[in-house]
């Protein structure tokens, strides 16, 4: 087996291996559509470096990366020209649901970050209806884990 392929959470996301630069690469398109409202906050950034990073193992080197990113030089067009959206299977629509995921991270999905969602979703040929679905997945997650909060 290639030292270049990381093994990740297959419960989570349903696969097994994805070359580290496809992990750079997604998490440089998570930080343009989260900073398309002007900044990445801390919670946004938190949840990519901790959150993500966690769950898919990326190392640190890949992590300082993201840290050092400058999201408002990079367009998504050419992150996605770079990616190869093949490297596993449902990449397009788990992009779609990791960036609601992260830009709602501190509690304000911005129309920026919606729009330019929704512009991922163009260019990776993601139906309208499935990111509508995927928004209202992020939103009960949400609601349940602010109900544990609650009860617990």
């Not at 030089?73 to 990616?83: A, D, G, K, T």
């Not at 093949?86 to 788990?94: P, V």
């Not at 209806?129 to 209202?136: L, P, Q």
């Amino acid at each position: 087996m290639s030292t270049d392929i990381f093994k990740i959470a297959p419960t989570f996301y349903g696969i097994t291996m994805v070359p580290p630069a496809s992990w750079r690469e997604y998490g440089y398109a998570l930080l343009i559509i989260a900073g398309s409202d002007g900044e990445v906050s801390d919670p946004e950034l938190e949840w990519l470096t901790v959150e993500c990073a966690q769950a898919v193992g990326v190392d640190e080197e890949i992590i300082a990366d993201w840290e050092e990113f400058d999201f408002e030089e990079c367009e998504l067009e050419e992150i996605f020209h770079e990616f190869n959206t093949k490297s596993f299977a449902n990449f397009n629509k788990l992009l779609i649901y990791d960036a609601i995921r992260m830009s709602s991270a501190d509690g304000d999905y911005a129309q920026d970050e919606r729009d330019q969602v929704y512009h991922a979703a163009q260019i990776l040929k993601v139906p309208m209806e499935t990111v509508m679905a995927i928004e209202a997945l992020v939103d009960l997650e949400h609601a349940a884990n602010k109900l544990r909060l609650t009860i617990l």
